[in-house]
């Protein structure tokens, strides 16, 4: 006689996917159209249609450590055809929310940053420490020597060297929580998982990168091929954000800008910076348009996307702003008020996006770079 299976479902976790853009799960009834439809999904054990089951059983564990789940793109190919409605690309969107929430390591900011009713909290912590920054800095610029005042545009308003102690803390607790999800990450997959990786981990790394940045998987979606350009538009914005701040630390604390060196670079940083905003605002701009276009075939997504989405574009808006108030007014080393309340909100909204990064929607960059070294370690792709 067979062995009895006893499931034993997480009925918690049904409901948060059910309230998170899963309410759908329930309607399958596991005829595999989406299976066949995806064009992610492996011949071998695909998805998503046994991560529906797994869904409808609240097969929290399975689920969570699945690397499947990140190996969808939410393209909505497969809720366009599903004849039931089950919208199954929703569903692996509210389950990917699920394990980044699972795997966070604190697990305030996983509920904070993903609930809307928690915004003006989530909020106010860079906003009352930037506050307190803009409160030290006119004492902090009179102490200081002059060799060590970086006033930069906006050094009198909020000093620069606190600016970056605020960011660069915030960057590392970024990192630390991030390095914490995907290792727990790391270890449930191979627990779990009956694929085993093996090999060069550096190999599939390094092929993985490839991989988005040339976006080769995602393009392979059919209902939805212009997210695929938006999203690779986005996250070559990011690459130039990260090249220009690079930038930035090396003429603030290295180079300076009275050089020839220094001034190459600053002219640099003003064109990679610039043309990144643009890209930014762009591309987060299709993402938005496309969404609610597309939202009949391929669903809208939840407050998980579109908050996400939100502080992205305001990122990239709030940056220019603060660059052409500045430059309007008459003083360009005291900006106005409008340039520095600009300038303020910007802040705010980088150190959101930034600090809280492996808490929101951006954690899916770790985790599906993750998943996606793993298939391809453990001969999945
Ligand atoms: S989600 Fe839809 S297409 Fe997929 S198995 Fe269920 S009913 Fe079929
Ligand atoms: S949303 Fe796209 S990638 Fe994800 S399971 Fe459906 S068809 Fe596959």
């Known amino acids: 006689m067979a062995d009895t299976v006893m499931v034993k479902p997480d009925l918690s976790f049904i409901r948060e996917l059910k309230e998170t853009g899963g309410d759908t799960l329930k309607q399958c009834y596991q005829c595999a159209t989406c299976s066949v439809i995806c064009p992610q999904s492996p011949d ?3 998805f998503p249609r046994k991560e529906m089951i797994w869904a409808g059983w609240g097969l929290k564990e399975k689920l969570v450590s699945d690397p499947d789940i990140w190996l969808c793109h939410h393209c909505g190919d497969c809720t366009s055809y599903c004849p039931r409605g089950a919208k199954p690309g929703e569903v692996l969107g509210a389950v990917r929310k699920q394990a980044i929430q699972h795997y966070a390591p604190v697990k305030f900011f996983a509920k904070a940053v993903n609930d809307k009713s928690q915004l003006l909290k989530i909020l106010a912590i860079p906003a009352v420490i930037l506050f307190l920054a803009a409160l030290a800095t006119p004492g902090l610029n009179k102490a200081l020597p002059p060799s060590l005042m970086h006033e930069g545009a906006f050094g009198n308003f909020i000093n620069t060297w606190l600016v ?16 914490k999800g995907i290792t727990n990450m ?3 997959m191979k627990a779990h998982s009956p694929q085993q990786p093996a090999g ?8 993985v990168v490839k991989e988005v940045l040339g976006h080769s998987k995602f393009k392979e979606c059919d209902v939805n091929k212009e997210r695929a350009t938006a999203h690779q538009l986005t996250l070559y914005a990011f690459i130039g954000l990260a090249v220009t701040t690079t930038l930035g630390f090396i003429i603030m604390y290295f180079s300076g800008e009275e050089s020839i060196f220094g001034k190459m670079l ?3 940083m003003k064109f990679i910076g610039n043309a990144s905003a643009v890209a930014l605002i762009v591309g987060a701009g299709l993402l938005y348009l496309n969404r609610k276009a597309k939202d009949e075939k391929s669903g809208l997504g939840t407050y998980f996307d579109w908050g996400f989405l939100t502080v992205v574009l ?18 360009n080393h005291d900006p106005n008020f409008l340039a520095k309340l600009i300038y303020f909100i910007h802040l705010v909204c980088v150190f959101y996006l930034f600090a809280y990064a492996p808490y929101s ?3 899916h960059l770790f985790y599906r770079t993750t998943a996606l070294v793993y298939a391809r370690m453990s001969n999945r792709q």
């Open 186 to 188: 790391w270890a449930d």
């Open 266 to 268: 600053f002219l640099a």
């Open 164 to 179: 970056d102690a605020i960011f660069t803390s915030a960057a590392l607790f970024a990192l630390w929580s991030a390095f």
């Open 44 to 46: 071998d054990k695909p």
């Open 361 to 363: 929607k951006f954690a």
């Open 314 to 331: 305001l990122v990239g808006v709030s940056g220019f702003l603060a660059q052409i108030f500045r430059y309007m007014g008459a003083d």
């Open 200 to 207: 060069s981990l550096m190999q599939g790394l390094t092929a």
